[in-house]
């Protein structure tokens, strides 16, 4: 009996002693907190997916900021950085999504997939901001399908039908998909349809422009026109009265003549009985002409302008019904990076 306590007692020592050295381990406890560390981050990753796919943005961008903190360097930077993009993205902050995204293009391989989809918000983000210049500059020389459907709607809003058409094509035959071809044929038919867009002649107009407020008429400014048809009116109403020369005789009575000198050295008067009077009215006449000459002129003038701007509201407003009817966003169908916990 008191063999087998003492046998018990030295397995209890031994275990015991045994248990303490490989706690107290360094390469041990490198390895335990590594693991414990592995399952912190892929509690976290797991965590930032959940919250974004629940369209809870803000508190997704807690968490990824967070990640960055905790586990600098992380082989997942750059995609967390485009998770970010997309965070402010889905929140209305296109300024700050374009700055991740930038960051994740900063890191340079061009031929990873979170690469090509943050240049592809990226350029999206630029379009529908109104920012047609630079994503014509940056996908100048590209033969990317989706960023020369880009480039075909920044032409549309430039008004630039055919190389917006032109450029429909190149994309059309780089995606090589009849899928892709029915998405473009309806933008085709919107650009073979910009002849029937209802447009005014600035030869006409400046042929109704003949008669006082006809211009503004033809354009349907009937405002404008009545203006100007009201202002010559009576502009011109001046001009008879002014012009007509008033003449009239000035006579003088006996009760008169007692108030007018005389000549002392003769019995004659140094003035005669009547006068006759004359006057020509010029300070009337000619600011009236001028005026005239100034509303005339200047609604002809106007008129050419206005139809010019006509035609141009009109076109953009063509424009618009195109990114109405086909948004941009229908073609942002590309691969995109996924977080995945090894």
Not at 39 to 56: P, S, V, W
Not at 165 to 179: D, I, K, N, V
């Amino acid at each position: 009996m008191r063999k087998s306590v003492v046998y018990v007692l030295n397995l209890f020592l031994i275990g015991f002693l045994g248990g303490q050295g490989q706690y107290y381990s360094k390469d041990d406890i490198r390895t335990d907190w590594a693991d414990y560390s592995s399952y912190q981050r892929d509690e976290l990753i797991t965590f930032c997916n959940f919250l974004f796919e629940k369209n809870h943005y803000d508190r997704a961008l807690l968490n990824y900021f967070q990640f960055l903190y905790r586990f600098p360097g992380d082989e997942l930077e750059s995609t967390i950085y485009y998770q970010i993009g997309r965070c402010y993205e889905k929140t209305h902050n296109p300024k700050l999504a374009i700055v991740y995204y930038q960051r994740v293009l900063d890191y340079g391989d061009s031929a990873s997939i979170v690469f090509k989809a943050a240049n592809y918000h990226k350029m999206y983000l630029h379009l529908i901001g109104d920012e047609n210049r630079i994503v014509l500059d940056r996908t100048q020389l590209t033969e990317d399908p989706y960023l020369l459907v880009f480039r075909g709607y920044a032409f549309i809003r430039e008004l630039d039908w055919k190389s917006a058409q032109l450029t429909f094509l190149s994309a059309e035959e780089r995606f090589g998909q009849e899928y892709y071809s029915n998405l473009l044929n309806p933008l085709f038919e919107y650009i073979e349809s910009v002849s029937d867009i209802p447009q005014k002649d600035e030869r006409t107009s400046l042929l109704a422009s003949i008669f006082p407020g006809g211009g503004e008429g033809y354009l349907r400014k009937w405002s404008s026109g009545i203006g100007v048809l009201s202002s010559m009116i009576i502009l011109t109403g001046f001009l008879p009265s002014s012009s007509s020369p008033n003449s009239n005789l000035l006579s003088f009575k006996n009760s008169v003549l007692d108030y007018i000198p005389t000549n002392s050295s003769s019995n004659s008067k140094i003035i005669p009985q009547r006068i006759r009077i004359k006057s020509n009215d010029l300070k009337v006449l000619i600011p009236s002409v001028v005026l005239c000459g100034g509303i005339y002129f200047g609604s002809s003038w106007k008129t050419a302008q206005n139809t010019k701007k006509y035609n141009q509201v009109m076109m953009n407003e063509y424009s618009r019904s195109i990114f109405k009817e086909i948004p941009v966003s229908t073609f942002l169908d590309f691969d995109e990076p996924k977080i995945m916990i090894k």
